[in-house]
């Protein structure tokens, strides 16, 4: 498949590479246009415009969005008019400090609820923010009231009409980029999976199986910034034989993402029996070449070459076959090692369509007739709809909702003690507030850290940097250098990108003689911002992960069963990658990741809201496996057409459905504000609204008296799904074990 970036084929392939490089590309934009200021306020003589000009590019480009050129074009549109509302508003407000403090948050808040339309929204909310903060810097340095926010906005129409340039000139290139970095993520999410397939004395697979839970949160990460990629380019049925192209590009991603997410056995059960074989290295082999083939699709889409497939997959393929051949014709064989054996025949067949996926790649053309072409488009396109969704958003539960608390609280902190101190360059508690305070404590502990580091660090480096370049020509290149540097880590490295933008502000004071005096007014307004923000996060509407672990369960749960359901309503009907089918895969894996990151988070927050970090974890480990076994029968759903096996299949899932839904009602269950000390456990409700007891001992005998159900050796199809029902059935008494378990603790602490 040529992935062809029609406007550069006669640069070098190293330095293309670099070109592919996303946040090198993203830097010589902001480069360009930091030095198309410089250069303008050179030649104009104008050092009093620089800052504002400087401050107006870094504003606009962190309010950039990704999408299409007319899409681009009306989100300008609409971070010009939230920037002119920011900049004016301060201009006009600030010498009555009672009413800016009123439209200071007022303002957070109503935009940081704008995010609640959808994340483009969200980052030009975060944007007109900062350049609220900016606009305070003009106003200390006492400029004319029109000239600062004028230049904040000239400076932010500069970039924005270069970032149109852009995309005008590469427009496919954000979308090859998110779908390459689709590819990278599942190579390594298939190297992590691969390690389960060494061969070892008493394999424990928990460990193996927390880090892939992690590695398929980034996957589902990169799948849905791929889609709302996409999503930006094929609305309307608008699509280009190039957006096809990507659109099937995706499709199989998406593919190769379930059968790799797939587990077709016991990983234990597999090493204890074929400890003494090679087999399973074979597959660990074949797994590790298909990562490699997924890492050269990344790059032949990033650099825009000719994706080759390699024969490495192959050949594992073919050696795989060798030795399974050679175990079945071994004399001796009973029961459950042929049962094995015809699971690692599935396995290898869902391995064989992922490198047929692999292979299609390099000979992917495009076409008009996608037999599924839509994607489901969360986005609100009408004044009502963006309405409805933040009016849902007003409400205590809604974690936006509480964000947007804690941040104007904080924000109106932090003006509070600059009036109240007098201090001169107080703005950079605003500054800091803004960038540390995050909707977690966990995501906050860390900018606090990453701040105050990389604060300390750019002011040591300052100092030097003021004496070795005295002159303002050399600081304005100096301004240039670290504000590309600035973008350059901001996403990856925030210590670094931190340094570089203290450096950037140093320098923008330099250029009216106060480099030196706002050293220690910048440490001690980001320690005293760092403080509020974490303060803020801590005791003002905090979210706990603890607090929250019970219903991201039953989210999860409810999205296995929903999948579950979808997948065997295709044996009946046939495979069909429908809307409806890949709605419902995407929420399974979205609630996957989702309980991945809350426990993780969990385990950062203070001592005493760590709670069962145990249970979550192996509770996060079943509900993974759970979801690696529905995607071994989605990876293999064909039609059934004979009833009775039918039948047999809709019997065990009934069960199954119904066991999911006995837990999802008890982790869903609302705990009361006082409860009987002699009452042992709450119950659900009958339609009349009788109290009706749960016994845990009836629920576990009723779910493990489930038997084992009889696999028959000559229906290959019906005993892999069998099979699979059973190993998800397996683990159902010990998650009502461990729903019991979190139930128990969460009424403990609600009497307390």
């Not at 198309?36 to 050179?42: F, P």
């Not at 307004?525 to 992960?545: E, M, S």
């Amino acid at each position: 498949m040529p992935f062809s970036l029609p406007r550069l084929p006669f640069l070098p392939l190293a330095v293309r590479e670099y070109w592919a490089n996303h946040r090198i590309n993203d830097s010589i934009r902001v480069l360009i246009a930091l030095m198309g200021v410089a250069l303008y306020a050179g030649y104009a003589g104008r050092t009093d415009i620089v800052t504002p000009l400087v401050l107006g590019v870094i504003a606009s480009a962190l309010a950039e969005v990704d999408d299409h050129f007319w899409g681009r074009l009306r989100a300008l549109g609409v971070t010009l008019v939230c920037f002119t509302v920011a900049a004016f508003s301060v201009e006009l407000l600030y010498d009555t400090p009672w009413l800016f403090a009123i439209g200071l948050t007022t303002s957070s808040f109503g935009f940081i609820m704008l995010g609640a339309i959808g994340e483009r929204y969200g980052t030009i909310a975060f944007a007109s923010l900062l350049l609220a903060v900016y606009t305070m810097l003009g106003m200390e340095q006492g400029s004319d009231m029109w000239l600062q926010p004028m230049m904040l906005l000239s400076g932010a129409l500069w970039y924005g009409l270069l970032s149109l340039a852009w995309i005008m000139i590469w427009p496919h290139r954000p979308v090859q980029h998110r779908l390459a970095a689709v590819f990278r993520q599942t190579a390594t999410y298939m190297e992590t999976k691969s390690s389960l397939f060494h061969p070892v004395a008493e394999l424990v697979p928990q460990p193996t199986r927390i880090a892939a839970a992690n590695q398929n949160a980034q996957v589902v990460a990169a799948l849905n910034q791929a889609k709302a990629s996409l999503l930006a380019r094929a609305r309307r049925g608008r699509l280009t034989k190039r957006h096809q192209t990507l659109l099937q590009t995706y499709f199989i991603a998406q593919d190769i993402h379930e059968r790799v997410s797939s587990s077709h056995y016991r990983y234990q059960d597999l090493a204890a029996h074929f400890f003494h074989s090679d087999i399973l290295f074979r597959f660990e082999a074949l797994l590790n070449a298909q990562a490699q083939a997924c890492r050269d699709v990344a790059q032949a889409m990033s650099i825009g070459t000719h994706y080759h497939h390699p024969k490495t997959g192959h050949q594992a393929l073919m050696a795989i076959k060798q030795s399974m051949a050679y175990l079945s014709a071994q004399e001796e064989q009973d029961s459950t090692r042929l049962a094995l054996l015809q699971q690692l025949d599935f396995l290898y067949k869902n391995l064989e369509t992922v490198e047929q996926q692999l292979a299609s790649l390099s000979h992917l053309a495009s076409t008009d007739n996608l037999q599924e072409s839509e994607l489901a488009d969360p986005d609100a396109h009408s004044l009502g709809e963006m309405a409805y969704r933040i009016r849902r958003q007003l409400t205590v539960k809604s974690l936006r909702f509480r964000h947007a608390v804690r941040l104007s609280l904080s924000l109106l902190t932090g003006y509070a003690l600059i009036q109240g101190l007098g201090l001169e360059h107080g703005f950079w508690i605003l500054m800091t507030i803004q960038f540390v305070c995050q909707t977690n404590y966990s995501a906050t502990r860390s900018k606090l850290k990453e701040r105050i580091l990389g604060t300390v660090a750019g002011l040591l480096l300052g100092v030097p940097a003021l004496y070795l370049f005295p002159d303002p020509s050399s600081q304005l290149a100096l301004m240039v250098i670290t504000g590309v540097l600035f973008f350059a880590f901001r996403t990856v490295q925030y210590t670094l990108a931190t340094l570089f933008i203290t450096l950037l502000v140093l320098m923008c004071f330099s250029q009216f003689g106060q480099g030196f005096a706002v050293i220690l007014p910048r440490l001690g307004d980001t320690v005293i911002g760092c403080l509020i923000a974490v303060a803020a996060v801590r005791y003002v509407l905090p979210d706990w992960q603890a607090h929250r672990l019970r219903g991201i369960m039953t989210e999860a749960l409810q999205a296995n069963r929903d999948y579950l359901a979808h997948v065997i309503a295709q044996y009946r009907v046939g495979k069909r990658d429908n809307l409806a089918y890949r709605i419902a895969r995407r929420h399974a894996h979205n609630a996957d990741a989702e309980l991945t990151t809350a426990i993780s988070n969990m385990l950062v927050e203070p001592g005493r809201y760590r709670t069962n970090i145990e249970e979550t974890f192996r509770f996060l480990c079943l509900n993974n496996a759970m979801l690696s076994y529905i995607s071994a029968l989605g990876a293999h759903r064909s039609r059934m057409d004979d009833e009775v096996n039918h039948q047999k299949m809709a019997q065990l899932h009934r069960e199954i459905h119904q066991s999911l839904n006995t837990l999802t009602e008890r982790l869903g269950q609302a705990l009361p504000a006082e409860l009987p000390a002699q009452v042992p456990s709450t119950g659900t409700k009958t339609p009349t609204g009788e109290p009706v007891s749960i016994d845990e001992h009836q629920a576990n005998a009723t779910i493990a008296s489930q038997s084992p159900t009889y696999v028959p050796i000559d229906n290959a199809p019906l005993s892999m799904v069998l099979q699979q029902l059973h190993l998800i059935q397996r683990m159902l008494p010990e998650l009502n074990s461990l729903t019991e378990t979190l139930r128990q603790q969460a009424l403990k602490q609600s009497r307390a």
